[in-house]
């Protein structure tokens, strides 16, 4: 309690959001009740356990929104916790709800985005196979998030955090027939995985030398710039971020986002727009203070990271050919641009990008998917001309697409302007002309998708023809957000009675202590707009259809950049390679480690005494050289060969060993007593 | 009565229960010879207990646990005898050496 | 305490007797040839394990140890044997000497660490004889009272192995016998 008493000295907008916040917990628990209700009753119903779905997150939208609403009017600050055990040392496992200014905008996000998802996925999968596991998957994907964005402290977090991991797992496998799922399934599984260690680590490396683990008490100790956590501010920054760059896809953890286009449009949709990638970006703003106020010594590398991952991975939705992975890298690209700013200092123009970028990319995706529907394939050579059959989604889709551009007056141009002001502000000028320049390099890409998919003739196969209405209803109402809410966060202009976005935003326990900018900064809003012009018009230039044949290219060949693209910068091949080391190179390598240890030191030993006499006989000539390396490698092979075949599958002998193996460690111990 | 007649004869049969299972080729030898190990164990936890006899009989509850885990696990260890001697025809455990490189 | 003293109390020889049954059959069931000969010797070495239990007053563990281990296991162990077909009988393929020395020095030498562990941990500590035995409300209150969660565990354990075990034994039926079953 005496952390809200210092709040609200320092907050001035933190009203206490009353029943509401009270009960916010309703949130996090609808969607897994829905998820188990879906798994037990789902089969029965009429819409085979989506209404189950859809009522749950509507469920979580009336009190988001409620809560959204008063945290506009008023600023809504409040936080719940159970204590469920003490794990000892004075660390307690609690779970829990804090609303604030930051989780009310996800609460709002996902809930909002989520439902029209929902919607929507109810034509898309209709007449699927496992309907109903879809919806009982994607109730836990978002159950997952609202307990992720809802969490009071880290291990909730971690919680959610695995939840998300799990179902975004199950759904980007959800065609598991076909092997190629599968495997993306288990790509982006154990990516995060490995990025998630990170996260674990820099939670208890945080957690235990603060001796809580609550971001209350994390954002209070770092404004007051405590002594235990500033000593491993470096180390536990450098973790926690790393957990974030697996969840958020940011180079080079990026691989499993594209490939986790192999799930459901719906999936991608809001595995990018809310409920996944975005985990990431939530963690470093509600971690922000942390970096803010001790961990800064590392803020130069994340900005680093973010800019290479927004530049480089917006080059690569250029080559693609599928329309959702243009839209998978264009989302890496995005999150770029967020993590980028949240670590050069911009906790509200990072946040804000987030909430702006997950209405249009939602939008864009369920775009896709509408088009997808139709055409039945995802590549964009089998599309084009689309507009005449499909004009809803053409028009949404073309909103979406300027959105994302950064095109006044639409919300992407305001969310970028901000983080190009941040980062102008911040002294970081040579990252803010690659964000000017990513966003020509976006513009461009999304003009290509917009007319390799709609315009020209049509190649595929069959009669496209517009989706049901279900699937154009949630269009519509996304592009509708996908415009305004740009206007919400205009530097300097205060909503009569709402305050502005970042107002909202800054209902937080401490003060954020970002920079926030007087105005709009002219050079920098116009350079923006310049670069996505210029990208659309470049875009439009190349790949738009000749006037007579309706015909387009769909690739233009750069020597070098062309083929590195289109490999991907060759990062897959590589963490492929390193994957399959273990039964590939470096199973070798190991193999010749140890035998090097084994037989090498004698060998080698020997070796080298040969070598030495012929150096004193003959001088040291080629053949010399040669046949100590020869005589080596081949003694390496054979040692190798032979420490092989030590795995005989002989139970016996690996109960021989075993045993011998104990009574030795037995012998130490009552030896040494 | 001292407590090391019963913790050698205990060993005694332990060791017994090794040498099966390292010379038996049919799998239900070993499995048989495994039970001898874990009777072993059970007499050690008894005489333990007999030895220190604390308040909850802590070392016959954890000899009673002992019994119910590998209850399970001679239910399981013969299904899996059963299903390989119908696939391979065979209960000869050198010939299970799949696992191998 | 010297031999003497310990041979002179007659439990001692009740011990001796046990102790050497156990023995004998436990080496009968590491060498034994036909496989219901070896089935059948570890129930007299589990038998003599019941024994030891009773003369160590714990007279629940002796029950449990005949009626699960003897009563159940043992039966659960001839019935696999009988299911599989395994061959019972001298097998030359089954039977080789080649493994016997180096597996003899293993468990000699496991016997003597063992032995000398604890004869030099506990030395001449003495266990209380026969007795009243353990009261079977303690081992009641015991296992469903602190030990109430692994009490329950191991029940899982159990019903999950019997799931698993009937799924990895079933076998699946051919088309044509799924046939056959449905018209009956």
Not at chain 1, 117 to 137: E, K, L, P, S
Not at chain 1, 245 to 261: E, R, T, V, Y
Not at chain 1, 398 to 410: C, M, T
Not at chain 1, 635 to 646: I, K, N, P, S, Y
């Given at each position: 309690?005496?952390?809200?008493?210092?709040?609200?000295?320092?907050?001035?907008?933190?009203?206490?959001?009353?029943?509401?916040?009270?009960?916010?917990?309703?949130?996090?628990?609808?969607?897994?009740?829905?998820?188990?209700?879906?798994?037990?009753?789902?089969?029965?119903?009429?819409?085979?356990?989506?209404?189950?779905?859809?009522?749950?997150?509507?469920?979580?939208?009336?009190?988001?929104?409620?809560?959204?609403?008063?945290?506009?009017?008023?600023?809504?600050?409040?936080?719940?916790?159970?204590?469920?055990?003490?794990?000892?040392?004075?660390?307690?496992?609690?779970?829990?709800?804090v609303?604030?200014?930051l989780s009310?905008m996800m609460y709002?996000l996902v809930?909002?985005?989520?439902?029209?998802?929902?919607?929507?996925?109810?034509?898309?999968?209709?007449?699927?196979?496992?309907?109903?596991?879809?919806?009982?998957?994607?109730?836990?994907?978002?159950?997952?998030m609202f307990i992720l964005v809802g969490a009071?402290?880290?291990?909730?977090l971690?919680?959610g955090w695995?939840?998300v991991?799990?179902?975004?797992?199950?759904?980007?496998?959800?065609?598991?027939?076909?092997?190629?799922?599968?495997?993306?399934?288990?790509?982006?599984?154990?990516?995060?995985?490995?990025?998630?260690?990170?996260?674990?680590?820099?939670?208890?490396?945080?957690?235990?030398?603060?001796?809580?683990?609550?971001f209350?008490?994390?954002?209070?100790?770092?404004?007051?710039?405590?002594?235990?956590?500033?000593?491993?501010?470096?180390?536990?920054?450098?973790?926690l971020?790393?957990g974030a760059?697996?969840k958020s896809?940011?180079?080079?953890?990026?691989?499993?986002?594209?490939?986790?286009?192999?799930?459901?449009?719906?999936?991608?949709?809001?595995?990018?727009?809310a409920t996944m990638v975005t985990a990431g970006i939530y963690l470093m703003a509600r971690m922000f203070?942390?970096?803010?106020?001790?961990?800064?010594?590392?803020?130069?590398?994340?900005?680093?990271?973010?800019?290479?991952?927004?530049?480089?991975?917006?080059?690569?939705?250029?080559?693609?050919?599928?329309?959702?992975?243009?839209?998978?890298?264009?989302?890496?690209?995005?999150l770029?641009?967020m993590m980028?700013?949240v670590?050069?200092?911009?906790y509200?123009?990072g946040v804000?990008?987030l909430f702006?970028?997950a209405?249009?990319?939602?939008?864009?995706?369920?775009?896709?998917?509408?088009?997808?529907?139709?055409?039945?394939?995802?590549?964009?050579?089998?599309?084009?001309?689309?507009?005449?059959?499909?004009?809803?989604?053409?028009?949404?889709?073309?909103?979406?697409?300027?959105?994302?551009?950064?095109?006044?007056?639409?919300?992407?141009?305001?969310?970028?302007?901000?983080?190009?002001?941040?980062?102008?502000?911040?002294?970081?000028?040579?990252?803010?002309?690659?964000?000017?320049?990513?966003?020509?390099?976006?513009?461009?890409?999304?003009?290509?998708?917009?007319?390799?998919?709609?315009?020209?003739?049509?190649?595929?196969?069959?009669?496209?023809?517009?989706?049901?209405?279900?699937?154009?209803?949630?269009?519509?109402?996304?592009?509708?957000?996908?415009?305004?809410?740009?206007?919400?966060?205009?530097?300097?202009?205060?909503?009569?009675?709402?305050?502005?976005?970042?107002?909202?935003l800054?209902?937080?326990?401490?003060?954020?202590?970002?920079?926030?900018?007087?105005?709009?900064?002219?050079?920098?809003?116009?350079?923006?707009?310049?670069?996505?012009?210029?990208?659309?018009?470049?875009?439009?230039?190349?790949?738009?259809?000749?006037?007579?044949?309706?015909?387009?290219?769909?690739?233009?060949?750069?020597?070098?950049?062309?083929?590195?693209?289109?490999?991907?910068?060759?990062?897959?091949?590589?963490?492929?390679?390193?994957?399959?080391?273990?039964?590939?190179?470096?199973?070798?390598?190991?193999?010749?480690?140890?035998?090097?240890?084994?037989?090498?030191?004698?060998?080698?030993?020997?070796?080298?005494?040969?070598?030495?006499?012929?150096?004193?006989?003959?001088?040291?000539?080629?053949?010399?050289?040669?046949?100590?390396?020869?005589?080596?490698?081949?003694?390496?092979?054979?040692?190798?060969?032979?420490?092989?075949?030590?795995?005989?599958?002989?139970?016996?002998?690996?109960?021989?060993?075993?045993?011998?193996?104990?009574?030795?460690?037995?012998?130490?111990?009552?030896?040494?007593? | 009565?001292?407590?090391?007649?019963?913790?050698?004869?205990?060993?005694?049969?332990?060791?017994?229960?090794?040498?099966?299972?390292?010379?038996?080729?049919?799998?239900?030898?070993?499995?048989?010879?495994?039970?001898?190990?874990?009777?072993?164990?059970?007499?050690?936890?008894?005489?333990?207990?007999?030895?220190?006899?604390?308040?909850?009989?802590?070392?016959?509850?954890?000899?009673?646990?002992?019994?119910?885990?590998?209850?399970?696990?001679?239910?399981?260890?013969?299904?899996?005898?059963?299903?390989?001697?119908?696939?391979?025809?065979?209960?000869?455990?050198?010939?299970?050496?799949?696992?191998?490189? | 305490?010297?031999?003497?003293?310990?041979?002179?109390?007659?439990?001692?020889?009740?011990?001796?007797?046990?102790?050497?049954?156990?023995?004998?059959?436990?080496?009968?069931?590491?060498?034994?040839?036909?496989?219901?000969?070896?089935?059948?010797?570890?129930?007299?070495?589990?038998?003599?394990?019941?024994?030891?239990?009773?003369?160590?007053?714990?007279?629940?563990?002796?029950?449990?140890?005949?009626?699960?281990?003897?009563?159940?296991?043992?039966?659960?162990?001839?019935?696999?044997?009988?299911?599989?077909?395994?061959?019972?009988?001298?097998?030359?393929?089954?039977?080789?000497?080649?493994?016997?020395?180096?597996?003899?020095?293993?468990?000699?030498?496991?016997?003597?660490?063992?032995?000398?562990?604890?004869?030099?941990?506990?030395?001449?500590?003495?266990?209380?004889?026969?007795?009243?035995?353990?009261?079977?409300?303690?081992?009641?209150?015991?296992?469903?009272?602190?030990?109430?969660?692994?009490?329950?565990?191991?029940?899982?354990?159990?019903?999950?192995?019997?799931?698993?075990?009937?799924?990895?034994?079933?076998?699946?039926?051919?088309?044509?016998?799924?046939?056959?079953?449905?018209?009956?």
């Amino acid at each position: 309690m005496d952390l809200l008493v210092l709040a609200a000295a320092e907050v001035p907008r933190a009203g206490d959001g009353g029943f509401w916040a009270e009960t916010a917990g309703i949130m996090l628990v609808s969607p897994i009740v829905a998820f188990l209700a879906i798994i037990a009753a789902g089969k029965r119903l009429k819409y085979q356990g989506a209404e189950i779905a859809i009522g749950a997150l509507a469920l979580n939208l009336v009190w988001a929104t409620v809560l959204f609403v008063q945290n506009m009017t008023e600023g809504v600050l409040h936080e719940v916790t159970f204590v469920i055990g003490n794990v000892g040392s004075g660390l307690s496992f609690e779970l829990g709800w804090v609303v604030d200014g930051l989780s009310i905008m996800m609460y709002f996000l996902v809930s909002l985005v989520g439902l029209l998802v929902f919607i929507y996925a109810v034509g898309y999968m209709h007449g699927d196979r496992r309907v109903t596991w879809f919806f009982a998957a994607f109730s836990l994907f978002a159950g997952a998030m609202f307990i992720l964005v809802g969490a009071p402290n880290l291990i909730q977090l971690i919680i959610g955090w695995e939840g998300v991991g799990l179902a975004s797992y199950l759904l980007i496998g959800f065609y598991w027939e076909d092997h190629e799922n599968v495997n993306a399934g288990n790509k982006a599984f154990m990516t995060n995985k490995v990025a998630d260690i990170g996260l674990i680590l820099g939670a208890i490396l945080v957690g235990v030398s603060l001796g809580s683990f609550s971001f209350s008490d994390i954002d209070v100790a770092s404004t007051a710039q405590d002594p235990a956590l500033a000593g491993v501010a470096v180390v536990g920054g450098l973790l926690l971020f790393l957990g974030a760059m697996g969840k958020s896809a940011q180079f080079p953890f990026h691989i499993w986002l594209p490939d986790a286009m192999a799930g459901p449009t719906p999936v991608s949709a809001l595995m990018h727009a809310a409920t996944m990638v975005t985990a990431g970006i939530y963690l470093m703003a509600r971690m922000f203070p942390f970096y803010q106020e001790l961990a800064f010594d590392i803020r130069p590398w994340m900005v680093a990271i973010g800019a290479i991952t927004l530049f480089a991975m917006g080059l690569l939705a250029l080559v693609a050919d599928d329309i959702k992975k243009v839209l998978a890298y264009s989302t890496v690209s995005q999150l770029g641009y967020m993590m980028t700013a949240v670590a050069a200092g911009g906790y509200t123009a990072g946040v804000f990008h987030l909430f702006t970028h997950a209405f249009f990319k939602a939008l864009l995706f369920l775009g896709a998917g509408s088009v997808i529907h139709a055409v039945h394939s995802n590549n964009m050579s089998d599309m084009g001309g689309l507009r005449k059959f499909m004009p809803t989604t053409y028009t949404t889709f073309v909103i979406g697409s300027l959105a994302l551009a950064g095109i006044l007056p639409l919300a992407g141009f305001w969310s970028k302007d901000e983080i190009l002001a941040t980062l102008d502000y911040e002294g970081y000028t040579a990252v803010m002309w690659i964000a000017i320049l990513g966003a020509f390099v976006t513009a461009f890409y999304m003009a290509r998708a917009v007319a390799l998919t709609f315009h020209g003739t049509y190649k595929g196969h069959g009669h496209p023809h517009e989706s049901p209405r279900s699937m154009t209803v949630p269009l519509v109402a996304l592009a509708v957000p996908s415009v305004l809410v740009g206007f919400l966060n205009i530097p300097g202009v205060q909503w009569p009675g709402i305050a502005n976005f970042t107002d909202w935003l800054a209902v937080r326990v401490v003060a954020m202590g970002d920079h926030h900018p007087e105005g709009v900064d002219l050079f920098l809003a116009g350079a923006g707009l310049v670069a996505a012009l210029a990208g659309i018009a470049l875009g439009w230039v190349i790949f738009s259809p000749d006037r007579d044949t309706q015909r387009h290219r769909d690739r233009v060949e750069i020597p070098l950049l062309y083929p590195l693209l289109r490999r991907t910068y060759y990062i897959d091949d590589a963490a492929l390679g390193i994957v399959r080391g273990t039964k590939g190179p470096l199973a070798r390598t190991v193999d010749w480690v140890n035998t090097y240890v084994i037989d090498g030191i004698v060998n080698g030993v020997a070796a080298f005494s040969l070598l030495l006499g012929r150096f004193v006989y003959g001088g040291l000539d080629q053949r010399g050289i040669d046949g100590f390396f020869n005589g080596l490698s081949a003694v390496t092979d054979a040692a190798g060969g032979g420490v092989r075949r030590l795995q005989t599958g002989r139970v016996q002998q690996y109960a021989v060993s075993f045993i011998i193996g104990a009574l030795v460690l037995v012998i130490v111990f009552i030896v040494s007593r | 009565m001292i407590a090391n007649q019963f913790l050698v004869l205990a060993a005694a049969l332990f060791s017994l229960g090794v040498y099966g299972l390292l010379v038996r080729r049919n799998v239900v030898l070993v499995l048989l010879s495994v039970e001898l190990m874990l009777a072993a164990v059970n007499i050690n936890l008894v005489v333990f207990e007999a030895m220190l006899v604390t308040p909850d009989a802590v070392g016959q509850v954890f000899a009673l646990f002992v019994i119910a885990i590998a209850a399970a696990e001679v239910g399981i260890g013969l299904a899996i005898v059963l299903m390989i001697f119908r696939n391979r025809q065979s209960a000869n455990i050198d010939e299970l050496d799949l696992l191998r490189w | 305490m010297t031999f003497i003293d310990w041979i002179a109390q007659p439990i001692n020889w009740v011990f001796l007797a046990v102790g050497a049954a156990m023995l004998v059959s436990g080496l009968r069931v590491v060498t034994a040839r036909n496989v219901v000969h070896a089935a059948l010797y570890l129930m007299a070495a589990l038998g003599a394990s019941a024994a030891l239990f009773v003369m160590l007053s714990a007279e629940f563990v002796a029950l449990v140890v005949v009626l699960v281990y003897i009563g159940a296991v043992i039966v659960l162990f001839l019935f696999g044997i009988m299911i599989t077909r395994a061959p019972t009988g001298f097998d030359t393929v089954l039977d080789t000497k080649a493994k016997r020395a180096p597996a003899a020095v293993v468990s000699v030498i496991l016997f003597g660490v063992l032995s000398y562990g604890s004869l030099t941990a506990f030395g001449a500590t003495e266990v209380a004889s026969g007795g009243t035995g353990t009261d079977t409300s303690i081992l009641a209150f015991s296992l469903l009272g602190r030990f109430v969660v692994p009490f329950e565990v191991v029940g899982f354990i159990l019903l999950a192995a019997l799931v698993g075990g009937i799924t990895v034994a079933r076998r699946d039926l051919t088309p044509l016998e799924e046939e056959e079953r449905g018209s009956v």
